[in-house]
């Protein structure tokens, strides 16, 4: 990662960067996994369960110290240069709701009526695509099968992706996502890491996530899901050559015909 930069010579720029938190992780030094100390902004604690929806407020991580609070490189770039993902946080907010349903409830089972196709594995994860979950946003069959916690949740995420995590952001997008959260808490959806940026990082947010261009994950994410579905999960050289010739793009220079 640190030759890439340097061949980008991405010192002399210094560009934001908006990425999966895996890859941010990588570049601000971070151990990998669902660490104590996983937060780049603060020393949220990831294993105090019983404080993540109560205490707010961390004290804010001042420094990154090899071998301190899960420190384990010297950081590449500049933890202001980070743009939280919001196609990523959406999926792990779909994530988390999923997994928080009563899976023998009318709800999760409807899940597999209308995603008949996506393993059981999958599904009982929460593991979704952007077209997946606006399919099901436009479902109003998906509501009326939805216990009251069940429902409040969703219908708050719904509100996040729409008035916060997608093109236009609400006057009110800081109020929706509290609502969220405490929406979530009652399910019973356990904190994460993406969970935590939206209730004690709001402010670090950009005022317009819409602008930030998540296509390419996007991009990725169904793309991988048509190849899994035509390759039947079977991984092989084949498969990776069929995903690097769908990474080849044409070029967008303009042609006219002469007259």
């Known amino acids: 990662m640190k030759s890439i930069l340097n061949l980008i010579k991405y010192k002399d720029y210094g560009w934001k960067i908006c990425a999966d938190l895996k890859v941010i992780a990588i570049l601000l030094g971070l151990q990998g996994g669902f660490t104590k100390y996983c937060c780049f902004l603060c020393m949220w604690d990831s294993r105090a369960t019983e404080k993540h929806y109560t205490t707010k407020v961390w004290p804010e991580r001042s420094e990154f110290v090899c071998g301190k609070s899960n420190v384990k490189h010297i950081p590449l770039i500049d933890p202001k240069n980070v743009i939280l ?30 995603f008949s196709k996506l393993s059981d594995a999958k599904l009982k994860e929460g593991i979704f695509v952007g077209p997946q979950i606006r399919t099901l946003m436009k479902d109003p069959n998906f509501d009326k099968k939805l216990t009251n916690k069940e429902l409040d949740a969703w219908l708050s995420l719904k509100a996040v992706i729409k008035g916060f995590l997608g093109n236009h952001r609400a006057e009110n997008a800081e109020q929706l996502v509290n609502d969220m959260l405490k929406a979530y808490e009652k399910l019973g959806c356990r904190m994460t ?67």
Request: charged share 30%.
């Open 85 to 114: 993902p919001p196609l990523h946080i959406k999926l792990g907010l779909m994530k988390n709701f999923v997994k928080a349903m009563n899976k023998e409830g009318d709800g999760f089972l409807y899940l597999k009526t209308v």
């Open 193 to 259: 890491l993406k969970i935590h940026f939206l209730h004690s990082h709001f402010s670090f947010f950009p005022s317009n996530l819409g602008a930030v261009s998540d296509e390419q994950g996007e991009r990725f994410h169904q793309y991988v899901k048509k190849l899994e579905e035509r390759f039947q999960g079977r991984w092989d050289t084949t498969m990776l050559g069929d995903y690097c010739w769908h990474l080849k793009r044409e070029d967008h220079s303009e042609h006219k015909r002469k007259s």
